[in-house]
C-alpha cells in the first residue's frame, strides 16, 4: 500500500467518523445529565435535511450548520418537554423521537432528492495541504477540525469546570442536587439542548461533507452507533474519540474492498456493510460481560426525577 | 453574654398532626445541648425549622439575641448554623473535594477549597484523602466530610442528627473529642440522638420532646439513662424479658467455611465463615456497614447460589445449594437490610407482600392460583400482633412508615415460625417502643426453639439481644463467644479490624 493510498484512507476515515463523533458527544453531555435521548437518529435527520434545504437556497455552508444545529434543538426540546416537563419515560419517547425524525425529514425533503450541492470545502487553503503529509494535517474542513475541539472542550468541561461538576452531580443523584439547591430540570433541559445542537449539526454532516444531495434516511442508523458508543466509552470524552474512529475505519473498509477488489473482497459486500453494526452489537455484548463497567455509569441515567415534594 | 440560640413558642401544625408545640428553649454559646425524644416526637420538625427549611406558624427565633426569621437553609449558613444530616446527601461516583465544592454557596477556587479543607481537617484531627471517590468510603468516613463542610463555614451553632448510629465505638469517641473541641471554642452543638449514654457522656443540657411539646429540659449527667428514657416515652420502660439461665438445644443452623465471590466494584464478599447456632440461640453479629454483611446474608437467605451443599446445614441437612424459596421451605427465613424494595415491594400491598414470602411455608398458593383469603387473614395476624399502623391488608408497603414497614416485616417472618432466622438491622430507624416489641418478639421466637442470627451495627441492640456474639470485619468472621465475654472496647477493636485479642480468648 502506498503513503498516498494509505493518507487517502485515513482522510477519509476521519471524514466518515466525524458525524458520529459530533452526535456522540452531544449525547455524552445529556447522558451524564442523567438523560437517555434515543432520538439522536431523528434529530440528525432533522438537522441534516435543515442543512440541505439551506444549502440549496443560500449555497451558505456554514449558515446552513447553524440552521441545522438550531433544527436539532428544536427537535430535542419536544424530547425535553415531555421528559422533563411531563416526566414522560424517556426511552419511550426518545424511539418515538426518532421515527418523527424520520417521517418529518422525509416529508420536508420531498422534491429535494436527486437536487446536487456542493461540499464543504477544506478550511485551509489547498497550498499547506499540498504534500500528502500536510494534508494530514490541514486537508479537513472546519466541521473536522470542530470535533476535535468538542472532545476537549467536553472533557475540559466536565473535568475542569464547576457547571460540569453541577451537570455530573445532577447525573449522579438527582434528589442530592435538588436538595442542595441546583435545578435539576435546569440543568437537564440545557443538555438536551445541547445534545440536539450536537445532533443537528452531525445530520449537517452528512450532505455538507459525506454525499452532496439529500437522500431519505441518509444518516443510515449513525446515530444508533453514536448512542451505543456512549456506553462503549463508558462516558469519558477521549475513549469516544478512540471508538468513533474504529467505526470509521470499519465503514472506510468496506467502501475501498468494495473498490478495490483486492483481498478484502473475498468477504461479501453485505457482510462489509453490516459490520459496523455488527460491531456496535459485539462491543456492547463485551461491555456488559465486564462487570465494573457499570460503575461509570452515571447513576440517575433514564430515571425521571421527582422529587418529593 | 446572649443565648446563642432561643426558641420561645414555636408551634407547628401539621394536616392531623400538631408536631410542634409551644417548644421554648435556649442554647448557650459553647454548650453541647442534646435534644431527645421518640420518633415522630417533633425532633426533626424543630431543627428543620431552626435550619430554615420548614418555617414555624408560631412562635419566634432569637438568635444571638436578636429576633430572625430564617427563610431557606442557605440563610441559617449566612447567620451561622451549620448542619449534619441523619442521612448524607452525597454523590457517590464524585470525589471528596468535589463533593464539598458542591456544597459550599460561594464559588471558591478548587485548589483554595482543597487548602481550606486540609486546614479544618488538620485543626480536628478528621483525617481523609480530598481526592477520594466517596463510593470507597466507610460510612464514619462519609460523616466526616459532612462535618468538614458544615466546619468550613465557621459555624457558631452545628446541628447534629443522629450522628453516631452507625459509628464504631472508636469512631464515636474521635467524634466526640472533635465536638468537645468545637465547644471549647465557643460554638454551640445541638445534638440529635436516642443514645442516652452517649448523651449523658457529652451533652451539658437535655431537652426532652415527646409528642410535639416539650416534656423537660435536665442536666444528662444528674439523670439516668432510664429515667430520661421514661421522660421521652412517658411510661416506665419495658425491659427485654429473657428467661435466666437458659440452655439451648440441639446445633440447628451449621455454617462451615462459607465463602462468596466479589460481584460488584464496591461488593464485600464474605470467606471462611463459620459458626454455628443452636435452638434456641440469638447469635449477634456486629461489624461496621460494608464489611460483608450484605454477602453473608445474601449468602445465608439463599439470594447468592452456594458452591456447596455442606457449607450451610439446617438439623444437618446441607442447604448450601438450595434457592430462596427451597430454603424458605426447609425453615429458613430472611430479612435484608432494605426494607422498601427488598424486603417488600413498595408497589405491592401488604397482603401480597406476605404472598411473596409465606407462600410455601403458608399455604396461600394453591395449584398455581393464590389463596388470597389465606394471605388477608396472615397480613391482618401480623398487623394485629405487631400493632402495624396501616389501613389494613390492602395498603401498599410503599405507604407505610420505615418503623412500621419493618414491624410488619418482622411480624411476617417471624409468625412464619421459621426454625431458622436471618435478619438485618431489625430495629434501624424504629423508635424505642416499636424496638422493644421487635426485640421481644425474636427473644420469644428463640425461646420456642429458634435459631436467629441478628446482624446488626448497634451495639446496644445486640449487647441487650444476643446470646453469642461475633464480629465481622472485611468479610472475615471472629470467633463467636458468649456476649457476656466481650467488654465494649473489644468488640470496638474488633470492629475497626484489629485481630490481636482473638488469639487470647
Redesign the interface.
Known sequence: MTLELAIAILVTVVGASTPILIAAMGELIVEKSGVLNLGVEGMMLVGAIAAFVVLFTTGNHYLAILVAAAAGVATSLIFGFLTLSLSANQTATGLALTIFGTGFSALAGQGYSARPVTLLGPLFPSELAAHPIWRVLFGYSALVYFSFALVFSVWWFLKKT?AG??L??VG??D???H????SVVGVRYMAVMFGGAMAGIAGACFPLLLTPQWAERMTAGRGWIAVALVVFASWKPFRLLAGAYLFGLVMTMELYAKASGGPLSVIPAELWAAMPYLATIAVLVLISLR??AS??A??CLGKPFLPSN | MPNRLELSGITKQFPGVLANDQVSFAVKPGEIHALLGENGAGKSTLVKMIYGIMAPDAGEIRWNGVPVVVPN??AARKLGIGMVFQHF??????TVL?NI???MDA?IPSRELEQRIRAVMQTYGLLLDPHRTV?TLSVGERQRIEIVRALLLDPQLLIMDEPTSVLTPQEVDQLFTVLRKLAAEGCSILYISHKLHEIKALCDTATILRGGKLVDTCDPKQETSRSMAEKMIGTGLKDIIKPEGRTFGEPKLVVNRLRTKK????DVPVDGVTFTVHAGEILGIAGVAGNGQNALLDALSGEIRGEERDAITIDGLGIGLMDTTERRRHGLCAVPEERNGHAAVGDFSLADNSVLTARDRLGMVVLGLINSGAARTYTGKVIADFAVKALGPASTAGSLSGGNLQKYIMGREILQKPSVLVVSQPTWGVDAGAAAAIHQALVDLAAAGSAIVVISQDLDELRALSDTLAVINMGQLSAARPVSAFSVDEIGLLMGGVHGTEAAA
Open positions: 464547576r461538576l453541577i455530573r452531580a449522579e443523584n434528589l442530592s442536587a436538595s442542595i439547591g441546583y462487570r465494573d460503575t461509570n452515571p447513576a | 437553609p442557605k446527601s452525597l454523590f457517590e461516583a464524585l468535589e465544592a458542591l456544597g464559588k463510593a460481584t460488584g466494584h464496591f
